[in-house]
């Protein structure tokens, strides 16, 4: 834990940090800027795992072991993502959202 | 000390979230991005946690920012302007967002946690025996399943993105 600090200074910085990803998830219209929206989003929740486990169970290590595998998994759902915008700007040669209507040619 | 190394890092991780989802050039909201995950960073090395800050800043400040900044100059121009969304559905959304922060603080501030007084610090030594451990509390399933996800989810991008020619339906677009 860090020293001088209460857990619910931490708790307060990740919550508006998840409600200005949850922000800019609802107002971009760019599929790239909601996909950085969503990497906010995941680290507050990173943050949260991290700190829960090492101020209220520090003998334990679940939760910084799960913060290991969300960062994984949001790696591996970027490069997909990642993937499918470069394949629609070919496709139909925009990555707006409102452009974006048509599942499969 | 370290309460006022936690405060500028508080303050840099919030301001720059907010450049980043306000800001209307889309290769500096990337970099407003980066001070972000760079702040998040800091506060793990504050928590005593330094293989999670080793990864966040290889991971996401060395990979995923330059992932995105790779689609962005291949998809924009670098001074490309975005879209922004009506003022009116800026206010909505703030207004609902700032309704779902204050619930979520006073249920924060109405709990009372169990903290445990206590300077551990976690090693990468522990996090390694613990991820192959095979015994009761051991993380090997998991571990070997993450492996298969990176492995499919590697495969997934690269045919994804190389994709088709374009056929004559869409050149006509």
């Known amino acids: 834990m860090i020293a001088g600090i209460s857990i619910y200074e931490i708790l307060t910085v990740t919550s508006i940090l998840f409600f200005i990803g949850v922000y800019g998830f609802l107002t971009r219209k760019n599929l790239i800027s909601i996909l950085m929206s969503i990497e906010l989003i995941l680290n507050a929740s990173i943050i949260n795992f991290v700190v829960i486990n090492k101020y209220l169970y520090p003998d334990m290590l679940q939760g910084v072991v799960f913060s290991i595998f969300i960062i994984a998994v949001a790696a591996a759902e970027t490069a997909l993502a990642v993937a499918i915008i470069i394949n629609l700007y ?3 040669a925009s990555v707006e959202v409102k452009d ?3 599942m499969k040619y | 000390m370290e309460r006022y190394i936690f405060y500028i890092l508080a303050a840099i991780i919030i301001v720059s979230a907010i450049a980043s989802v ?3 050039k889309m290769l500096r ?3 407003y991005l980066l001070f972000t995950l760079c702040g998040i960073a800091g506060i793990y090395f504050l928590i005593d946690y330094n293989f999670l800050a080793a990864i966040q800043l290889t991971v996401y400040a060395g990979g995923i920012i330059v992932l995105i900044i790779f689609s962005v100059v291949l998809i924009h121009h670098i001074e490309m302007e975005l ?3 009506k003022l009116s559905k800026k206010i909505i959304t703030g207004l609902a967002c700032a309704i779902g922060l204050g619930v979520f603080l006073t249920t924060i501030y109405s709990h009372q946690f169990n903290v445990v007084e206590n300077f551990n610090s976690t090693t990468t030594e522990q996090i390694g025996l613990k991820l ?4 009761a509390g051991g993380f090997i399933l998991p571990f070997e399943v993450i492996s298969i996800l990176l492995l499919a989810s590697m495969i997934g991008a690269i045919v ?4 088709k020619k374009l056929t004559d339906k869409n050149e006509s677009k």
């Not at chain 2, 994804?160 to 994709?163: E, H, L, M, V």
């Open chain 1, 90 to 92: 070919r496709q139909i």
């Open chain 1, 100 to 102: 974006t209507e048509i």
């Open chain 2, 22 to 24: 306000t800001s209307k």
């Open chain 2, 29 to 31: 909201s990337v970099i």
């Open chain 2, 83 to 85: 879209e922004v969304a």
């Open chain 2, 132 to 135: 192959l451990s095979y015994e």
């Open chain 2, 160 to 163: 994804i993105a190389k994709g």
